[in-house]
């Protein structure tokens, strides 16, 4: 059972306070390699302050030696009232560097907090003094995350890391989402309106669009996964982009498919072409703001696209 703070002995004190600055540098350390080779400025700062937490470690252990001898029991936070419980990093799948930024305020946060509130729990002079120094480099600690943002944005790495980021995103989610999409909401179109039009049922239109768009989505999901591993272009974890593509495919059939379940067949099919441009102006929308495409010519090609997929059906549906 965990103990809350105040029925902590000294010797606990300390030999928690050496737990805490080892396991703040190692997850200092880990963030610097998982950023190292896309953000270096931040990497270069995280391992100063493992550095740090290695000096502060020596001192306590130092401190401890002197007052209790050299058996240090092995207290971590996690037997201790008040502190959170934090994901592995090594569990972070995806690690951005404002989520780092975020972890390391948390952190430094919670030691100082713990600091302040040993020091009242010592009657020792060297080593209060010894808490209250470190309480204090926690503080500067705690305020770096915000001052480095600062100084990474005024010296233009910042915006670099920002920049790098932004393509892991676009590589990752944004072009396998939009490959999917624009399948989803061009390929079905055929299939869709040519039973509509074959049959002038809805409900039979429905159940052909909800099987095209589920089996787009199964064939372009596993398409993506094993198009590539990720590891020589960046494109991250291949199940993380199928899933994406699989779904947004999905999504861009079902889009114009549910219009379907309305009765009326005219009344459906004249929703469903609306949806269908809503949808056509998304994917140029998503052209422009990612891929830097110029929207009219994004909208020219897939709306010239799509138009004539609609006509290939409407016109075997009618035939």
């Known amino acids: 059972m965990a103990k809350p703070i105040q029925d902590l002995t000294e010797q606990e004190i300390l030999a928690l306070a050496i737990s805490l600055e080892e396991e703040d540098g190692r997850i200092f350390g880990e963030f610097a390699e998982r950023l190292r080779g896309d953000f270096p400025d931040t990497a270069a700062a995280l391992t100063s302050m493992q550095q740090e937490e290695s000096t502060h470690r020596h001192q306590l252990i130092e401190a401890y030696r002197a007052r209790f001898g050299e058996h ?4 971590s936070r996690t037997d201790v009232k008040g502190f959170i419980k934090r994901k592995p990093v090594w569990l972070m799948r995806q690690l951005s560097v404002g989520q780092v930024r975020r972890e390391v305020e948390s952190i430094e946060g919670e030691t100082l907090r713990f600091y302040n509130a040993a ?21 500067q600690h705690s305020e770096l995350a915000g001052h480095l943002d600062r100084e990474q944005t005024a010296s233009g790495a910042r915006s670099r ?3 790098a980021q932004r393509r892991s995103f ?14 989803g909401s061009v390929s079905t179109l055929a299939p869709l309106f040519a039973a509509a039009f ?10 052909v669009g909800l099987a095209a768009s589920v089996g787009a989505g199964i064939s372009m999901g596993f398409a993506e996964a094993l198009s590539d ?7 991250g974890r291949p199940w993380i982009r199928g899933v994406v593509c699989g779904l947004m495919t999905m999504l861009g059939g079902l889009g114009h498919t549910l219009p379907y379940l309305i009765g009326d067949f005219r009344v459906a099919t004249g ?13 140029s929308w998503i052209r422009q703001h990612f891929m830097d495409t110029p929207f009219l010519a994004a909208a020219f090609q897939i709306v010239v696209g799509g138009l004539l997929v609609l006509l290939a059906g409407v016109i075997i549906g009618s035939s």
């Open 170 to 183: 676009v590589l990752q989610i944004i072009q396998p989402g939009l490959v999917g999409l624009m399948d």
């Open 229 to 235: 591993d990720g590891v020589l272009s960046g494109r």
């Open 271 to 283: 929703i469903a072409g609306c949806v269908v441009a809503v949808e056509l102006g998304v994917i």
């Open 119 to 139: 020091i009242g729990r010592t009657s020792d002079a060297g080593v209060r003094q010894l808490l209250g120094d470190l309480a204090v480099a926690e503080q």
């Open 198 to 207: 074959a049959t002038h049922s809805s409900w039979d239109a429905f159940r």
């Open 72 to 75: 240090i029991p092995l207290i």
């Open 161 to 163: 890391e920002d920049e």
